[in-house]
């Protein structure tokens, strides 16, 4: 089992910046693909990025290429997404996923997620 907890969400102008991340419990942790999704409000949910469970592979959507960037540090046990040129249209909630494969990962695990709000 894994459970997953998301941090770091909040209130930032479009331009801006939000470190979120996702603290993990369990022991397969370091094993798991890491992922990130989002959902806007009367949107399906996406994916935004992800890892593999050695760092050595990612992923990111064309969306968001070139101003997000996915991390872990597998000692911590934490996951983490460095969103940088917010834009207004990134507004949405968070979720952490976790789950085995890379790619066509199958997302075993999510947390509740966290609110991430840009202004214009």
């Known amino acids: 089992q894994v459970q997953l907890v998301e941090s770091g969400g909040g209130l930032v102008q479009a331009g801006g910046s939000l470190r979120l991340s996702c603290a993990a419990s369990?022991?397969?942790?370091?094993?798991?693909?890491m992922g990130w999704f989002r959902q806007a409000p009367g949107k399906e949910r996406e994916i935004v990025a992800a890892i593999s469970w050695s760092a050595a592979n990612t992923y990111y959507a064309e969306s968001v290429k070139g101003r997000f960037t996915i991390s872990r540090d597998n000692v911590k046990k934490t996951v983490y997404l460095q969103m940088n040129s917010l834009k207004p249209e990134d507004k949405a909630v968070y979720y952490c996923?976790?789950?085995?494969?890379?790619?066509?990962?199958?997302?075993?695990?999510w947390g509740k997620g966290t609110l991430v709000t840009v202004s214009s």
């Open positions: 996923a976790a789950g085995p494969g890379f790619p066509n990962t199958h997302w075993d695990y």
């Open positions: 369990g022991r397969t942790f370091s094993t798991n693909t």
